[in-house]
Each structure stands twice: as structure tokens, then as C-alpha cells.
């Protein structure tokens, strides 16, 4: 089968409401009134046919193998380069293989479905497997005109393939005549336009039929067959009057976006496909036309595979993300329509050397930087030697690509006296999750809406112009995530991949839909059967929420493995990595009851409630860990019960799995403390399926999964820094449980071995749980043993005040580990501002090889660190360098920030 086998659009983020043109220009086009409703897309200052075709593409790919595609073929009638392939730097920003074949198709606003049956025709012939097609137009008219109101700027991209197919290619038909309904002469700026009516009553509403005819007589169809009918024109009445003349009643008819976007020209009817694909069923068909100097008319059938594509933006969410100006001068001025002063600073030479773009394209282009593959430093651009000074390792690096890296503003600046065509010039550096930061324009945004710590996106864009040589630099540019502004102060998953297990009803289905609400793209897994976990599993739960989720605009994909097989929980895992890349948060929550007393329970009632909570909880979390491993991040959330920690008759099974998963957890809390993940426990009381027989009928209706979703989503978060912890939620009301150890009693000595008698006389002590304790590890609780504390409360306060895990007790330490010698001449003031419960103020004096550290905030430092108690015990333990916590955020300084280096050389930190 050959066909489609993925979909991305783009359109620019700003519109020109087009009453503005009327406003501005009615005075001497009063005509203009007639179409001035809706809005137009227009290209920011720094995108032209080239960047949005990258844009759309890189959506298109969401989820596919780059490294399969054998062809690119980019559609445009404004191609920036006349003569250099506007194709070729689309496939070197998109960093695909240079062995592959690339060509740029122009001429005719019907170009983009010539291209399509072009990379149709040469898969049929099996010469090449997937060859991407983007069509991207941003047309030129002069100001206060029709076409100006009619017109649009945007992009579309098609992925043609024989694998994975989401729309069956079932054949075509070509009309080709020389129509000029419009041309535009090789040196002429704009196009030039006939009388409208000729066009409308000769052209579109002619020779589209005669294609669309011609079509479904060769192949075979009816207008029955046809569920989506997309085809382009301005003309909106008109564009209804050709449906009728085709037979196809007004719901078959795909929009032709006026209102919302305008005619894209040679993109127009790509983007009116993939705004049908996105609606389409399995079984719908489709039929789509391009029109110009003739018409290309397409059939294809929708598959099942369409259900199983990864998220994207698509056209409907590139239409969302919008910013609407009525500033029709500052399109005049985008689009170089007006002249205006750019001041002494804009005649900076912008000759571009061909012989350096050559030898860094992978770079400037494909921004592709390097990973040490002695250390695992990442690094922008890609250097002879690693930059981790504690590394430096020379020619280590291999390429890693940026473009699809999280990143987050680390610091910025708006700037009103750097030359910038959309001023003030915002600009500033950008931190790379996993490593690597870069200095980095800023587009697509206002300066109100940058703050440090914005989560921004990278895109492709024009850097700059030499306009003397006709030549075009493009370059990697930040923006904001769309929506992450105002999501910052809030508890937010923006670029975070979430797994929920047992996600397609009752609590998971809640975690999944308020994650996704808040920017989590989200793995749906459930295998669909009953209560009991018997019966063959169903897809449609599963399935049902992914389809709620990007219903409401988010992403998510559905997985049905089970989490009882090893097999299962890789493929869980694998699912979220092929669709999304990464793996941040797993909630392990997938659950069977078989409820039974003890002396009933068998191999029937005993293994699946085992294998389903303990053994699924290990077989998903094991692979999604190691993920979050390599990431440096990572939380993850199990799912006790109240009849694990404190038992429920009947329940014999589940309460020994759901108690097994607090065991779980409290090892790799200790395992997992390295690399940042975070790993506790719910223990929920929900209305649910599983608690519908259970829970007395007015308690049922109170506890929806929504008052326990609240606490799961902050283990979830960035935010939470707990980790090994339990906690009760239903009904909004939390609380913590945990395991204590009470204050025991010493018995007897070696020549006196205690005896039952001396337990029996003891036993209120023994069992005395006044001034219990948590014990952090296994650890601490043999050691409680081997060498009992004298006194416990002392104890107690002593561990808040001064233990390991407490900054206060870390500087108690200090002095031990100065280095006197190693401090010989220095002289330098620390302040340490220590954030969080543990945290506080401290100052570190050292003078001549003598050191005094005391609470308190200094006069005068010469350096303040600033950190949080939880980082602050990392760093004076040894877990984390200074540089890995300065590199990563975790530590800020001020003053003197070179001072900060002494730290490591005059204390020995492995406290
Ligand atoms: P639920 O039955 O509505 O949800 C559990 C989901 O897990 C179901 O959709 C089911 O299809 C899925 N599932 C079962 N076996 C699976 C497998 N092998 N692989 C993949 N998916 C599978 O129940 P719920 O009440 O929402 O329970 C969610 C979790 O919370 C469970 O672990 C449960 O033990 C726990 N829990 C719930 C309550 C409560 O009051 N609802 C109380 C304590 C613990």
C-alpha cells in the first residue's frame, strides 16, 4: 500500500486583521470595505516560504524515523533562492541524510499537488520508500489591494511512504492548460491579476470539475465515495458553487480557511488535506484539488493507521497559536513595503562565506552541536575539546541535534539600541535540558512575555539578509512555548512526557487528562478489561481518552500492553520514546481486584493481583528509569492502598502487592536520588469502578478521582522535591503515612543474652512508639540498632539541627574538612542563602588558613551562593559538582562568582 503516511502544517503566528488595511487605506480603496472581515496570516520579518516549509516538516516528522526518508520536494511559487535548492535547506535544517535525492517544484499555485503525485508515482515505482513533500507559499502583492486581503501566508508538509500508511493513494488525474488567470513575469516583484469574474466563471468553476470528473471516472468513484472534498478558492461563493456543481453536499466541502487565514497559494490545497486528515476517520475518503494553469485532482482512503500517529501541531493547533495585530504598517514594514531609516548599525558588512557555510551547514543550518562520549557533556556548537572543564577530552564529541531539545530562558535582555527590524531586539541565553545552553535571538514574541525559566522552542528563521548579493542567512532562533507564559507560576508539565498506567477509566484517566491539560504530552496505557483482569482487552478505553485529550488540544497516544509482562512495560516505555522522545513521569496505577479470604485464595485469585500491581510496577518502572536516568530527571508515582499499609479483610493478595510497591519505592528512592528522580507513593480513596460495590453510595458520589489527581500531579511536577514518601488522598483531604520505628530498649550484653522473660518484663518499653522516628535507609535503621541513641529525643532534635541531610549540620562539619594549607593566602567572605524548610543563612569567613562559619548574614560578602537545601546537601556531599549545579541552575551566584571556585579546593566535600 502507498500513500500518506504523515501530515504537519504551519501557519505564521501573526495575523493581520484585515479591517486594519481598510482602516488605514479606505480613504483610496473604499472598495477594500467589501472583504475586510476576518484575518490574514502574515510572515514575522524573519520567515519567508523556506522557514515555514522546516516548520511544517518538523511537524509532519513528529514521531517518524528521519533517517528513512529518501526525498524531499519542496512546492513554492515564492521561493527565496531562484537558483540554489530551496529543498536542499529545508533537508539540511530538517539534518537529514545527504543521500537522498531533493527538488524544488514552482511555477503555479497548483504545484504542491504536482509535487504530491510526483513522490507518489516514484514510491509506486518502489525506487524510494518516503519522500517528504512541503508546499509553503508567502505571496507579494502591493498594498491596498484585493489579493492582499485574499492572501495568506503558510506551509504544509506531506509524508509519502509504503509503510504506515494513514491515506491509501487510489490514483489521480491531471488537467494542464495555460489558463493565465494570473502570472508574474520573470523580473516582476508582483504578480499580475485578470478580471475576476473570467477567472472565477472560467477557470476555478471549469476546469476544477473537469479534474474532479475526470478523477472519479478513471478510478472508479462516485461523489458517494467521497466523505472530504478540499479544494482551493478565494472566491467564497464560488467556492460553494463548485461543490454543488460536483454533487457534493456543503459537510463534504473542506473550508477554504478565508476567515481564519487566507490562500496560501501553492500550500492552499496541502494545507486544506491536512486540515481534512486531521478530521478524518478510518474509511473516509478524500479527494483534494489543486488549481493553477489547470488542476491536479487526488483520491486517497483513510486507515486505521491514522489513529495511531503521533501528536502534533497540525493545522488546527498552528491556527490556535495565534497574535492578532491591527498594525497593518508593521506588515508593510515585515514585508519591505515601506522604507524606513535602519540607522548607521545596519550597514555591518552581511557578505556570507560560502567556504564556512559549507564546513559548518550541519551546524548553522541543521544546528547540530556535540556530545562528549567521555562525559555525556552536551555542547552548542560542537568543539575540538569538551567544554566540562573537569572533562576536556579532545575529539570526543559526537553530533547531537538540538532542534527538538527542551529549553528554558536562563537569562534575556530587550534590547532598543540593537538593530532589529521588530524592535526592541530580544535576545539571551538559553539552557538545554540534558546539557548545553546558547546564545540565542528571540522571535514570534512581546518582551512582557519573557521571564527566566520560560520554556521556549526552537525554530528555524531568517538571521539576516545581503541584500546587494540576493542572499538569505538562516539560523536557529528561540520562542516561547505556546501557552507556557501563562502557565509558568502555575504547576506546569510544558515539554514533560508522562506514562499512566491503567489510564482509560477511574483515576489514571483523570491524571492523564489534567497532565495533558497542563502541557504534558501523555502515554494513555490500558489494556481494557474487566475489574477482575479477566476477558480479552479492549483498545476503545484507552483509545477514548486519547481522543478526549486531543480533542481539548492536547497531545497523547494510546498503548494497550499489558503491564503484567516484561514485554509490556518495554513496549510502554518505547511507546512514549518513538511518539515523544523522552520519558519524565510515570504513574504506575494500572490495578485488579480478586478479592477472597485467605483460606479461599488460589493461583487464580493470588498471581494476576500480583503480577498486575508488583510485578507491573516493576516491569514498567525498570525501563522508564533507566530514561530517566540518562535525562538527569525523572518522578515517578506508585499506587498503594489502604489495605497494603494497614490491611482489609479479604484483600490478602492485593494488600501484599500494594505493600510491595512501598518497598519498591523505598529502595529506589535511594537508587534514584542521583539522578534527580523523584519517586513516592499515593495511597487514593476514589469513586471508581473497582470501589463502586465497595464504598457506601453517598461516600461514592462525593470522592471523585479529581480530589486525588491534585496531590498526584505536584509528585508529578518540577516543583516536588520529596521523594520515598506516602500519601493517603481522597475527598480533598491528605495526609502522610509513613513507617516508624518507636525509641526501643537495650536488653541484656554478651554474657547476659536477653531471654523471653526479659522481653515480657519490657515489653510496654519495647513497644513504646513515643518520639518514634523515620528512618531514611535500611542504613540508619541497623545502626539505630547497633549503637542505640542515649537519648532519643535529644536524638531527634539533633537530626533536625545538625544531621547530614540538614544544611545547619553540614556547616557544623565544615571545619573538619578545611583544608588549612590549601587556604594559605586566601582571604574571602562566603554568604550562603540556603532556600527551603531546612534552609537558612550562613556565613563562611576564611582568612589565611583559618576558617569561621556561623549563622547569620554578612556585611560584606564577596560572593553569595544561592541554593536549596536539598541541592545545597547534593553539592556538600559529593553527588554534585559546583559546576553541574551551576551549569544546570541549581546554584546562582552573585559578586565575585570566580571566588565560588575556592569552595572545592579549600573543603573537601564529601561530608
Ligand atoms: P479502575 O479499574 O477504574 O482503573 C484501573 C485501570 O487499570 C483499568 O482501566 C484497567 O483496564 C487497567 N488495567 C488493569 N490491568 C491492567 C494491565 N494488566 N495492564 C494495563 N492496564 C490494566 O480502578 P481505579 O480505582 O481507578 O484504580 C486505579 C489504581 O488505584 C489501582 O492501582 C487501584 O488498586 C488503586 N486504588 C484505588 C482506590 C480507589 O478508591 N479507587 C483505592 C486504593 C487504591
Given at each position: 500500500?502507498?500513500?500518506?503516511?504523515?501530515?504537519?502544517?504551519?501557519?505564521?503566528?501573526?495575523r493581520?486583521?484585515?479591517?486594519a488595511?481598510?482602516?488605514?487605506?479606505?480613504?483610496?480603496?473604499?472598495a477594500?470595505?467589501?472583504?475586510?472581515?476576518?484575518?490574514?496570516?502574515?510572515?514575522n520579518?524573519?520567515?519567508?516560504?523556506?522557514?515555514?516549509?522546516?516548520?511544517?516538516?518538523?511537524?509532519?516528522?513528529?514521531?517518524?524515523?528521519?533517517?528513512?526518508?529518501?526525498?524531499?520536494?519542496?512546492a513554492s511559487t515564492?521561493?527565496?533562492?531562484?537558483?540554489?535548492?530551496?529543498?536542499?535547506?529545508?533537508?539540511?535544517?530538517?539534518?537529514?541524510s545527504?543521500d537522498?535525492i531533493?527538488?524544488?517544484?514552482t511555477?503555479?499555485?497548483?504545484?504542491?499537488?504536482?509535487?504530491?503525485?510526483?513522490?507518489?508515482?516514484?514510491i509506486?515505482?518502489?525506487?524510494r520508500?518516503?519522500?517528504l513533500?512541503?508546499?509553503?507559499?508567502?505571496?507579494e502583492?502591493?498594498?491596498?489591494?484585493?489579493?492582499?486581503?485574499?492572501?495568506?501566508?503558510?506551509?504544509?508538509?506531506?509524508?509519502?511512504?509504503?509503510?504506515?500508511v494513514?491515506?491509501e493513494?487510489?490514483?489521480s488525474?491531471s488537467?494542464?492548460?495555460?489558463?493565465?488567470?494570473?502570472?508574474?513575469?520573470?523580473?516582476?516583484?508582483?504578480?499580475?491579476?485578470?478580471?475576476?469574474?473570467?477567472?472565477?466563471?472560467?477557470?476555478?468553476?471549469k476546469?476544477?470539475?473537469?479534474?474532479?470528473?475526470?478523477?472519479?471516472?478513471?478510478?472508479?468513484?462516485?461523489?458517494?465515495?467521497?466523505?472530504?472534498?478540499?479544494?482551493?478558492?478565494?472566491?467564497?461563493?464560488?467556492?460553494?458553487?463548485?461543490?454543488?456543481?460536483?454533487?457534493?453536499?456543503?459537510?463534504?466541502?473542506?473550508?477554504?480557511?478565508?476567515?481564519?487565514?487566507?490562500?496560501?497559494?501553492?500550500?492552499?490545497?496541502?494545507?486544506?488535506?491536512?486540515?481534512?486528515?486531521?478530521q478524518?476517520?478510518?474509511?473516509?475518503?478524500?479527494?483534494?484539488?489543486?488549481?493553477?494553469?489547470?488542476?491536479?485532482?487526488?483520491?486517497?482512503?483513510v486507515?486505521?493507521?491514522?489513529?495511531?500517529l503521533?501528536?502534533?501541531?497540525?493545522?488546527?493547533?498552528?491556527?490556535?497559536?495565534?497574535?492578532?495585530t491591527?498594525?497593518?504598517?508593521?506588515?508593510?514594514?515585515?514585508?519591505g513595503?515601506?522604507?524606513?531609516?535602519?540607522?548607521?548599525?545596519?550597514?555591518?558588512?552581511?557578505?556570507t562565506?560560502?567556504?564556512?557555510?559549507w564546513r559548518?551547514?550541519?551546524?548553522?543550518?541543521?544546528?547540530?552541536?556535540?556530545?562528549?562520549?567521555?562525559?555525556?557533556?552536551?555542547?552548542?556548537?560542537?568543539?575540538?575539546?569538551?567544554?566540562?572543564?573537569?572533562?576536556?577530552?579532545?575529539?570526543?564529541?559526537?553530533?547531537?541535534?538540538?532542534?527538538?531539545?527542551?529549553?528554558?530562558?536562563?537569562?534575556?535582555?530587550?534590547?532598543?539600541?540593537?538593530?532589529?527590524?521588530?524592535?526592541?531586539?530580544?535576545?539571551?541565553?538559553?539552557?538545554?535540558?540534558?546539557?548545553?545552553?546558547?546564545?540565542a535571538?528571540?522571535?514570534?514574541?512581546?518582551?512582557?512575555?519573557?521571564?527566566?525559566?520560560?520554556?521556549?522552542?526552537?525554530?528555524?528563521?531568517?538571521?539576516g539578509?545581503?541584500?546587494?548579493?540576493?542572499?538569505?542567512n538562516?539560523?536557529?532562533?528561540?520562542?516561547?512555548?505556546p501557552?507556557?507564559a501563562?502557565?509558568?507560576?502555575?504547576?506546569n508539565?510544558?515539554?514533560?512526557?508522562?506514562?499512566?498506567?491503567?489510564?482509560?477509566?477511574?483515576?489514571?484517566?483523570?491524571?492523564?487528562l489534567?497532565?495533558?491539560?497542563?502541557?504534558?504530552?501523555?502515554?494513555i496505557?490500558?489494556?481494557?478489561?474487566?475489574?477482575?483482569?479477566?476477558?480479552?482487552?479492549?483498545?476503545?478505553?484507552?483509545?477514548?481518552?486519547?481522543?478526549?485529550?486531543i480533542k481539548?488540544?492536547?497531545?497523547?497516544?494510546?498503548?494497550?500492553?499489558?503491564?503484567?509482562?516484561?514485554?509490556?512495560?518495554?513496549?510502554?516505555?518505547?511507546?512514549?520514546?518513538?511518539?515523544?522522545?523522552?520519558?519524565?513521569?510515570?504513574?504506575?496505577?494500572?490495578?485488579?481486584?480478586?478479592?477472597?479470604?485467605?483460606?479461599?485464595?488460589?493461583?487464580?485469585?493470588?498471581?494476576?493481583?500480583?503480577?498486575?500491581?508488583?510485578?507491573?510496577?516493576?516491569?514498567?518502572?525498570?525501563?522508564?528509569?533507566?530514561?530517566?536516568?540518562?535525562?538527569?530527571?525523572?518522578?515517578?508515582?506508585?499506587?498503594?492502598?489502604?489495605?497494603?499499609?494497614?490491611?482489609?479483610?479479604?484483600?490478602?493478595?492485593?494488600?501484599?502487592?500494594?505493600?510491595?510497591?512501598?518497598?519498591?519505592?523505598?529502595?529506589?528512592?535511594?537508587?534514584?536520588?542521583?539522578?534527580?528522580?523523584?519517586?513516592?507513593?499515593?495511597?487514593?480513596?476514589?469513586?471508581s469502578?473497582?470501589?463502586r460495590?465497595?464504598?457506601?453510595?453517598?461516600?461514592?458520589?462525593?470522592?471523585?478521582?479529581?480530589?486525588?489527581?491534585?496531590?498526584?500531579?505536584?509528585?508529578?511536577s518540577?516543583?516536588?522535591?520529596?521523594?520515598?514518601?506516602?500519601?493517603?488522598?481522597?475527598?480533598?483531604?491528605?495526609?502522610?503515612a509513613?513507617?516508624?520505628?518507636?525509641?526501643?530498649?537495650?536488653?541484656?550484653?554478651?554474657?547476659?543474652?536477653?531471654?523471653?522473660?526479659m522481653?515480657?518484663?519490657?515489653?510496654?518499653?519495647?513497644?513504646?512508639?513515643?518520639?518514634?522516628?523515620?528512618?531514611?535507609?535500611?542504613?540508619?535503621?541497623?545502626?539505630?540498632?547497633i549503637?542505640?541513641?542515649?537519648d532519643?529525643?535529644?536524638?531527634?532534635?539533633e537530626?533536625?539541627?545538625?544531621?547530614?541531610?540538614?544544611?545547619?549540620?553540614?556547616?557544623?562539619?565544615?571545619?573538619?574538612?578545611?583544608?588549612?594549607?590549601?587556604?594559605?593566602?586566601?582571604?574571602?567572605?562566603?554568604?550562603?542563602?540556603?532556600?527551603?524548610?531546612?534552609?537558612?543563612?550562613?556565613?563562611?569567613?576564611?582568612?589565611?588558613?583559618?576558617c569561621?562559619?556561623?549563622?547569620?548574614?554578612?556585611?560584606?560578602?564577596?560572593?553569595?551562593?544561592?541554593?536549596?537545601?536539598?541541592?545545597?546537601?547534593?553539592?556538600?556531599?559529593?553527588?554534585?559538582?559546583s559546576?553541574q549545579?551551576?551549569?544546570?541552575?541549581?546554584?546562582?551566584?552573585?559578586?565575585?562568582?570566580?571566588?565560588?571556585?575556592?569552595?572545592?579546593?579549600?573543603?573537601?566535600?564529601?561530608?
Amino acid at each position: 500500500m502507498i500513500g500518506i503516511t504523515s501530515y504537519g502544517a504551519y501557519i505564521p503566528r501573526l495575523r493581520l486583521d484585515r479591517s486594519a488595511i481598510y482602516r488605514s487605506m479606505g480613504w483610496f480603496a473604499p472598495a477594500l470595505i467589501a472583504v475586510a472581515q476576518g484575518e490574514r496570516s502574515m510572515c514575522n520579518w524573519d520567515e519567508d516560504s523556506v522557514t515555514m516549509a522546516v516548520a511544517a516538516s518538523r511537524d509532519c516528522l513528529s514521531g517518524k524515523d528521519k533517517n528513512t526518508i529518501d526525498g524531499v520536494y519542496m512546492a513554492s511559487t515564492t521561493m527565496p533562492f531562484a537558483d540554489r535548492q530551496n529543498s536542499g535547506i529545508v533537508s539540511t535544517a530538517l539534518n537529514l541524510s545527504e543521500d537522498i535525492i531533493t527538488s524544488d517544484f514552482t511555477a503555479s499555485q497548483k504545484i504542491g499537488s504536482t509535487a504530491l503525485i510526483t513522490a507518489l508515482e516514484s514510491i509506486k515505482s518502489q525506487d524510494r520508500h518516503n519522500i517528504l513533500v512541503s508546499a509553503a507559499d508567502k505571496r507579494e502583492t502591493k498594498g491596498a489591494y484585493f489579493y492582499e486581503m485574499w492572501f495568506g501566508d503558510g506551509a504544509a508538509s506531506l509524508l509519502v511512504g509504503d509503510t504506515d500508511v494513514i491515506a491509501e493513494y487510489k490514483g489521480s488525474y491531471s488537467v494542464s492548460c495555460d489558463f493565465v488567470d494570473h502570472y508574474r513575469g520573470s523580473d516582476n516583484e508582483y504578480d499580475y491579476v485578470w478580471e475576476e469574474r473570467w477567472q472565477r466563471d472560467e477557470g476555478y468553476a471549469k476546469i476544477i470539475p473537469k479534474a474532479v470528473n475526470g478523477l472519479m471516472k478513471k478510478i472508479g468513484i462516485t461523489m458517494d465515495d467521497v466523505d472530504k472534498l478540499a479544494y482551493p478558492c478565494y472566491f467564497k461563493r464560488d467556492h460553494g458553487t463548485i461543490a454543488k456543481k460536483l454533487g457534493a453536499t456543503p459537510e463534504k466541502v473542506v473550508d477554504n480557511m478565508h476567515e481564519v487565514c487566507g490562500e496560501t497559494g501553492a500550500a492552499h490545497c496541502i494545507l486544506m488535506f491536512v486540515a481534512a486528515l486531521e478530521q478524518a476517520k478510518p474509511g473516509d475518503g478524500i479527494l483534494m484539488a489543486g488549481f493553477g494553469q489547470g488542476c491536479n485532482a487526488l483520491y486517497f482512503k483513510v486507515t486505521e493507521n491514522i489513529k495511531k500517529l503521533a501528536p502534533r501541531q497540525g493545522f488546527k493547533g498552528s491556527l490556535e497559536n495565534k497574535l492578532t495585530t491591527d498594525n497593518y504598517l508593521r506588515y508593510l514594514k515585515f514585508r519591505g513595503l515601506i522604507k524606513t531609516e535602519m540607522g548607521i548599525r545596519a550597514e555591518a558588512p552581511t557578505q556570507t562565506a560560502m567556504t564556512t557555510l559549507w564546513r559548518n551547514r550541519k551546524m548553522i543550518l541543521g544546528f547540530v552541536g556535540g556530545k562528549c562520549t567521555s562525559c555525556g557533556t552536551a555542547q552548542f556548537p560542537k568543539t575540538g575539546v569538551c567544554v566540562n572543564p573537569e572533562c576536556g577530552a579532545v575529539k570526543s564529541q559526537t553530533d547531537y541535534e538540538f532542534a527538538d531539545i527542551p529549553s528554558k530562558i536562563k537569562t534575556f535582555t530587550s534590547d532598543l539600541l540593537a538593530v532589529s527590524v521588530d524592535p526592541p531586539h530580544k535576545y539571551g541565553m538559553v539552557q538545554f535540558e540534558g546539557g548545553g545552553r546558547m546564545m540565542a535571538d528571540f522571535t514570534d514574541c512581546i518582551t512582557e512575555d519573557l521571564k527566566v525559566g520560560l520554556p521556549m522552542n526552537m525554530t528555524f528563521r531568517i538571521h539576516g539578509q545581503d541584500k546587494n548579493r540576493g542572499f538569505v542567512n538562516y539560523f536557529w532562533k528561540a520562542v516561547p512555548v505556546p501557552g507556557a507564559a501563562e502557565q509558568m507560576d502555575k504547576i506546569n508539565f510544558h515539554n514533560k512526557v508522562a506514562i499512566i498506567t491503567g489510564a482509560g477509566g477511574g483515576l489514571g484517566r483523570v491524571y492523564a487528562l489534567e497532565l495533558a491539560r497542563a502541557g504534558a504530552k501523555v502515554v494513555i496505557n490500558d489494556l481494557g478489561g474487566a475489574p477482575d483482569g479477566s476477558g480479552k482487552g479492549s483498545a476503545s478505553p484507552a483509545q477514548t481518552v486519547v481522543d478526549e485529550i486531543i480533542k481539548s488540544g492536547g497531545k497523547a497516544v494510546a498503548n494497550y500492553d499489558n503491564v503484567a509482562t516484561p514485554e509490556g512495560g518495554e513496549n510502554i516505555v518505547k511507546t512514549a520514546i518513538d511518539a515523544f522522545g523522552r520519558v519524565d513521569i510515570l504513574i504506575n496505577n494500572a490495578g485488579i481486584l480478586r478479592d477472597k479470604s485467605f483460606i479461599k485464595q488460589d493461583g487464580k485469585t493470588w498471581n494476576p493481583v500480583l503480577d498486575v500491581h508488583l510485578n507491573g510496577a516493576f516491569n514498567v518502572t525498570r525501563p522508564a528509569f533507566k530514561a530517566m536516568k540518562v535525562q538527569g530527571f525523572g518522578r515517578i508515582v506508585m499506587t498503594t492502598s489502604a489495605a497494603g499499609l494497614y490491611g482489609n479483610f479479604g484483600q490478602t493478595n492485593y494488600s501484599t502487592a500494594k505493600l510491595g510497591i512501598v518497598g519498591l519505592m523505598n529502595t529506589l528512592k535511594i537508587e534514584g536520588a542521583k539522578y534527580n528522580i523523584k519517586i513516592n507513593t499515593i495511597a487514593p480513596i476514589a469513586a471508581s469502578r473497582l470501589t463502586r460495590e465497595v464504598m457506601p453510595p453517598e461516600i461514592f458520589e462525593k470522592s471523585k478521582p479529581e480530589f486525588v489527581s491534585p496531590m498526584v500531579l505536584y509528585l508529578c511536577s518540577e516543583d516536588c522535591n520529596e521523594t520515598g514518601q506516602i500519601f493517603n488522598a481522597g475527598l480533598g483531604f491528605f495526609n502522610r503515612a509513613a513507617v516508624l520505628t518507636g525509641h526501643g530498649l537495650q536488653i541484656g550484653n554478651p554474657e547476659n543474652p536477653p531471654t523471653p522473660e526479659m522481653i515480657h518484663e519490657n515489653f510496654d518499653k519495647i513497644n513504646d512508639m513515643t518520639n518514634a522516628k523515620e528512618m531514611t535507609d535500611a542504613t540508619s535503621a541497623v545502626f539505630a540498632l547497633i549503637d542505640p541513641p542515649s537519648d532519643w529525643e535529644e536524638s531527634a532534635e539533633e537530626d533536625a539541627d545538625g544531621g547530614d541531610m540538614y544544611p545547619a549540620g553540614l556547616f557544623k562539619r565544615m571545619p573538619d574538612v578545611f583544608k588549612k594549607e590549601a587556604a594559605a593566602g586566601v582571604d574571602v567572605v562566603f554568604q550562603f542563602s540556603i532556600k527551603g524548610p531546612k534552609g537558612g543563612d550562613w556565613i563562611v569567613a576564611v582568612k589565611d588558613k583559618e576558617c569561621d562559619i556561623k549563622p547569620g548574614e554578612a556585611q560584606n560578602p564577596n560572593c553569595t551562593l544561592t541554593m536549596s537545601d536539598d541541592n545545597f546537601v547534593k553539592l556538600f556531599t559529593g553527588v554534585m559538582t559546583s559546576m553541574q549545579a551551576f551549569s544546570s541552575g541549581k546554584l546562582s551566584l552573585d559578586g565575585d562568582i570566580m571566588k565560588s571556585q575556592l569552595i572545592e579546593k579549600i573543603f573537601d566535600l564529601n561530608l
